[in-house]
């Protein structure tokens, strides 16, 4: 069983920055696959950001690419998340999951799920 716990979440304005952490239980956290999603009133859960077990291999939707980075640090069990010239439909609670495979792009087939932090970008 892994527990996921996310923070970092908050208010941010448009351009800004936020670095979004997600700690992990357990000792087998490099044996996870890492993800995360985010999920705007009135819309659908989308997926973000995956990382394989090593950190080696990323995996980003196109909404985020080159301005999301995803990263881990096995030995801290955590997984983060640093987002940079935040856009106003970036507005969304963000959930991080654990899978045993990797790019995983289905959030409820993840094997575990976090219960997510609430970022908010106003303008």
């Known amino acids: 069983q892994v527990q996921l716990v996310e923070s970092g979440g908050g208010l941010v304005q448009v351009g800004g920055s936020l670095a979004l952490s997600c700690a992990a239980s357990?000792?087998?956290?490099?044996?996870?696959?890492m993800g995360w999603f985010r999920q705007a009133p009135g819309k659908a859960r989308e997926f973000v950001a995956s990382?394989?077990?090593?950190?080696?291999?990323?995996y980003y939707a196109d909404s985020v690419k080159g301005r999301f980075t995803i990263s881990r640090d096995n030995a801290k069990n955590t997984v983060y998340l640093r987002m940079n010239n935040l856009k106003p439909e970036d507005t969304a609670v963000y959930y991080c999951a654990a899978d045993h495979t990797f790019f995983v792009s289905d959030y409820d087939a993840y094997d575990f799920r976090g219960q997510g932090t609430q970022v908010t970008v106003s303008s």
């Open positions: 990382i394989n077990f090593s950190g080696s291999r990323t």
């Open positions: 357990g000792r087998t956290f490099s044996s996870y696959a």
